[in-house]
Every structure is written in structure tokens, then in C-alpha cells.
């Protein structure tokens, strides 16, 4: 799945492919120590939280105008 999303980012699509290879690798890894600790209820609401404080990284870095994590 993740081959045909990077076909359509913008810019180097070897680097994208790293980037996104190591990111699915570390939350496979992360995804299996964090449901061995937590019960289903708390990991996913520790997963919406650890995604709504990146989206407001992600704005606060400027999206859309080309910021680093952006």
C-alpha cells in the first residue's frame, strides 16, 4: 500500500520510501509492545492523542508552506 502512495508525494521517491519504510517499521514494533502493556481501550485512546499532538506539530511547522516536518 504504501508503494502506491509514495508514487504520488512530490519530490525524491527513494527518500519517501525510506521515510516510509522506517515509519511502518517502527510502529509495527511500537504497535506490539504497546498492546502487550495496554488494554484495547487505553492504547487506542494513547494512539489518538499521540495523533492529534502531531497534527498540531505538523501545523504549527508549517503545512503547506514547505516547513521541516511538513
Known sequence: MTIY???AVPG???INGIIC??????????SGVLMKYF???NASLF????CFC???VYYQLGAGSGGVVA
Open 12 to 14: 525524491n521517491k527513494f
Open 21 to 30: 519504510g522506517v515509519a511502518e517499521s517502527g510502529s509495527s514494533l511500537l
Open 5 to 7: 502512495s509514495i508514487a
Open 47 to 50: 494512539l489518538c492523542a499521540v
Open 54 to 56: 502531531f497534527n498540531i
Open 39 to 41: 488494554n484495547d481501550v
